[in-house]
């Protein structure tokens, strides 16, 4: 079991979370972590609650009454294991918070999760998941999900559950046999238990109606006696009022072929789900009465769609979402879609405006707004007093600090492809003869957006102009743009990001000798392999937890279940050896500099700590700074305050003046 730190006194935690540290400098305010990361809202709309920053690593859950008062701690985390990730009510007295955890088994560093229960007042906390018992015959990740909230019934949740059998345990019949995932409605008071679903081995998830109806499952299958996960995944629904399961479609994790159910609507008896049409994602709504009627409801001839919004609690559907140089949501909900307008109207500076949640009775709903400039706030809107009230902001030190504008542009690739990008230049400077960073993205099936990024923010502030490329391999852009993939395409991939790089200069916004490269994870890759194929190209290099040697990818999943899911997307061939910057550290000949935390399970530190050997051994310059305890995000605001600090010395020391 999990340990936790329930507050025990108000005055104590609060007064740790407010631990003052003078801010007096830029890798200060940057650095400092968002001082919200979830926010949710009380069903009689009279409190919230959210998960912010304590001293460090740790995270505290706050309840904040609206009315005035102070924020009173609830729970916290110090991240040695766990970490607070989002709090959520049941009722006006009792919230669910998620923790997750990093843990070794044979050796392997593993994540976990769990669900607990608390009061509001930060007594009686209750683990909702199966208990550990010393004979599992394996390793419980993670416990479950909140598959429905049942807004109305006193405490009670539809919730997904991991059942692990026991092994080895002799001498007595009571031996738990039960496996698989589950679902079950918990009294989360008094953990009384209701089966909805027996326990299906292969189930990896389900979907419900939002009425407390379980209708769809997901399906991942093992592939043959090897225990590794399928790259398909199959979905099975059923029909209102049965019992049996149907098949409803499949989907390849590595192709992206087949259609993916993200929603049910109880009132039209249909699930929303995702398809490609003419190569982009689109969305579709499908009949659940045996018919598979399909229609189309939503395609962008530019990009994928991303996903549905939805009402409070993930319950009703409002509209879908999707980016092109901006996050848009078209609204299906015509009251959802006049809010929106009204809401755009009265904070026009901040038009990326999302719905949090909402009280029982949706007349106060919980609204987030932000900007490229502006890190974000949150709003309660009162419908009946036709009232906006600002609550809270995500980054308090940056309110009066100026920060850059950040525009959409292309540029052109070697082959002449347009790039999508986002450009920031230092405020109050004209776009001529700057130092400048190209700043690749993670991923690499991913993209960046517009809007605030406090690391091409920090970069802006300190006087470089920043280009963030949506390179070929990235997310959100169709099939094609996707290619193989960041790692088999690596040559397009990398190749785009250099281009970045060439643009800046040959447009006068970047001197050629102050032009630097800095990326994360795949960014860090790309920031690397750019430097081996383009060593004049960039004068300084900054990797945080990159990936640095494609064969050893695929070595370090070897003990998980996806582990071959992983070798195929990373693939074999010649790309493995030309692809790894690890492997070519003699031609890279700009200074770099790494950054790594030594529990990283998305990217073992070993790719750093092989590259920095590498460069060494090659008579390059390059330093690595380990994070101790620390995983892929660097979820430390003194880390992370080090971590920029020590940035802006290397980059002030290896560009030209």
Known sequence: MLKYLIACSAAALAA????????????????????????DISPDGQSIVYVAPGPGRQTVAYIAPLEGGTPQPILSSD????????????????????????????????????????????????ELGQRRSE?????????????????GEDGDVLMSQEYIPEAGRIGTRLIRKKEGLAVERIDTRTLKKTIIEPAIEHAADYITDAHG???????????????QLSPVIRYHYRRSGNDDWEEFSTHNMLTSE????????????????????????????????????????YANDKVDVDNVVRAANGQRVIGVTFAEERRQVIYFDEEYKKLAASLSKAIPDLPLIRFDGASADGNRVLVFASSDSDPGRYYVYDK?????????????????????????????????????????????????????????????AARDEWGFDWLSQYLASLGYAV???????????????????????????????????????????ADPDRLAILGWSYGGYAALQSSVVAPDLFKAVVAIAPVTDLGLLKTDARFYTNSSIVADYIGSGPHIEAGSPLRNAQSISAPVLLF?????????????????????????????????????????????????TRIASFLLANLAP
Not at 16 to 39: C, I, M, P, T, Y
Not at 213 to 227: F, H, I, K, L, P
């Open 213 to 227: 109806n379980v209708r769809m499952m997901t399906a991942a299958r093992s592939q043959g006696a090897t225990g």
């Open 79 to 126: 991240a040695n294991p766990q970490m607070l990730s989002w709090c959520s009510f049941v009722t006006n007295d009792r919230v669910i918070c998620r923790i997750r955890a990093l843990t070794e088994f044979a050796g392997t560093l593993i994540g976990m999760s769990r669900l607990l229960a608390i009061d509001t007042d930060g007594t009686d906390p209750q």
């Open 258 to 297: 087949g259609m993916v159910p993200i929603a049910v609507d109880a009132d039209l008896d249909a699930a929303y789900a995702l398809k490609r049409l003419n190569g982009r994602d689109a969305l579709y709504r499908v009949k659940l009465d045996g018919s598979m009627a399909t229609e189309l409801v």
């Open 384 to 444: 009946a007093k036709r009232a906006l009230n600002e609550i809270m902001l995500v980054r308090p030190k940056l309110e009066n600090v100026q920060l850059a504008s950040v525009k959409p542009i292309t540029y052109p690739a070697a082959d002449g492809v347009s790039i999508p990008a986002y450009l920031t230049l230092p405020p109050g400077k004209e776009a001529k003869n700057l130092p400048a960073i190209v700043l690749p993205h993670g991923g690499p």
């Open 467 to 509: 280009l963030q490329p949506n390179y070929r391999g990235s997310a959100g852009y169709g099939a094609d743009w996707l290619a193989k993939n960041g790692f088999q395409s690596w040559r397009t991939s990398v190749g785009d990001v250099t281009a970045g790089g060439k643009w800046l200069a040959s447009q006068g916004i």
């Open 596 to 644: 790594h935390g030594d529990r990283d399970i998305n990217v073992d530190i070993g790719h750093s700590r092989g590259m920095d050997d590498a460069l060494r051994d090659a008579g390059k310059k390059s330093e690595l700074v380990v994070y101790e305890g620390l995983e892929h995000s660097l979820v430390d605001s003194n880390a992370r305050r080090d971590m920029l």
């Open 16 to 39: 740790s979370g407010v631990h003052a540290q003078a801010a007096d400098n830029k890798a200060e305010l940057f650095g400092q972590r968002a001082s919200l990361q979830d926010v």
């Open 135 to 151: 004979y599992d015959a394996y390793v419980r990740q993670f416990d479950g999900a909140i598959l429905d909230w049942l807004p």
